[in-house]
């Protein structure tokens, strides 16, 4: 089966902390992974995909196959990164972009 | 650039009732998907579009069909509406097919009374 995990509701850490947004993936394919970002009152938006390897706003994920994971990290927090964070994996049967999203993880980064 | 734009953005119907709900994509991109999103969960693949032809679909019911227009702009039709369907409805916009990076729209909340 198809799925996105991220195992935590609610993320609270203090301001300058680390910060890791765990997500955990089943596919059977070669998985093409990405992080949405959904700030206050506005909309999803694309932070990283792990195919172009760079740092957006201090965060990075890698890719892990053997744990299946693609967790999200940045070493130090600040309150501007609190947000909705959703890991989505692309499964592309045939020509199809479908994006299959884990429930989500609220960050809230206190000063 | 707007980025994707859709329309409305908020829906009150009531059980049984048909809706219809808009989207235009970035301007060049020629693919368009459906998303639902209920309350505390992540959003929910309902379609994809691309030249005007299905390419995917979710696991929805036949109530719930859309179209892709010549210009690439959508429309989602849900039919004998139900309480369940209440929801956030999300469009995104990819510059081809496949794999590649979807853009979201703000999103149609629609109420089912």
């Known amino acids: 089966a198809q799925r996105v995990t991220q195992p935590e509701k609610l993320l609270s850490v203090f301001k300058g902390a680390p910060v890791e947004l765990k997500c955990n993936y089943s596919?059977?394919?070669?998985?093409?992974l990405f992080w949405y970002v959904q700030y206050s009152r506005q909309r999803l938006q694309l932070l990283l995909r792990?195919?172009s390897r760079e740092s957006i706003k201090g965060f990075t994920a890698d890719l892990n196959k053997g744990e299946t994971s693609f967790h999200l990290k940045k070493p130090f927090a600040q309150e501007e990164d609190s947000a909705m964070y959703y890991c989505?994996?692309?499964?592309?049967?045939?020509?199809?972009?479908?994006?299959?999203f884990g429930q989500g993880t609220t960050l809230q980064v206190k000063p | 650039d707007a980025g994707v734009t859709q329309s409305p953005t908020h829906l009150i119907k009531t059980r049984g009732q048909q809706v219809t709900l808009r989207c235009s994509p970035i301007?060049?991109?020629?693919?368009v998907s459906w998303y639902q999103q209920v309350l505390g969960q992540g959003p929910q693949f309902i379609f994809q579009?691309?030249?005007?032809?299905?390419?995917g679909r979710g696991n929805f019911p036949d109530r719930f069909s859309a179209r892709q227009f010549p210009n690439y702009s959508s429309e989602l039709n849900v039919n004998a509406l139900l309480l369940g369907d209440s929801a956030l409805y999300l469009c995104?916009?990819?510059?081809?097919?496949?794999?590649?990076?979807?853009?979201f729209g703000p999103g149609t909340r629609l109420t089912v009374t």
């Open positions: 579009y691309y030249e005007k032809e299905e390419r």
């Open positions: 989505a994996l692309s499964t592309g049967s045939g020509n199809t972009g479908k994006l299959i």
């Open positions: 792990h195919i």
């Open positions: 995104a916009s990819s510059f081809r097919q496949g794999r590649s990076e979807q853009y």
């Open positions: 301007s060049g991109h020629k693919s």
């Open positions: 596919y059977s394919g070669s998985p093409e």
